[in-house]
């Protein structure tokens, strides 16, 4: 039983990264998981992904390339400001200006760096570099 479906994708798309997989499917599909994907695909850290729908439940089916060097999911999903992003930033980024946050915000899921230019705070979900 998944209690935390982004943790699993999270956890799925590390370890296939360091093996060297190209291709992996991630079960189910959830509109989170694609947004979080979408912004991975934005900043080049996956080629693409595509829902896969027929027999059972949807999937996704995602393509790798091998820029992930770690990623992960941020537990609990601390709630953060703009003024604040500096402070989570160092917390899980090895440096300035190298990887992402992922956030939910009023104005949907994205990275810190598009939240700051928009000037929103939101939810921390992931973190990738």
Known sequence: MRHDLLNDVISQLKNASKVGYKTIEVKPAGRLVGRVLKVMQDY????SFE????????????????????????????PVKMIDMEKFESR?????????????????????IEARKSGVGGRLLAFVY
């Open 44 to 47: 080049k850290y996956i080629d």
């Open 92 to 112: 899980y980024l090895p440096a300035q200006d190298f990887g992402i946050l992922i956030l939910s915000t009023t104005k949907g899921v994205m990275s810190h």
């Open 51 to 78: 829902v896969v729908t027929g027999y059972g439940s949807p999937y996704f089916r995602v393509y790798l390339n091998t820029t992930i060097n770690n990623c992960g999911v941020i537990k609990p999903r601390f």
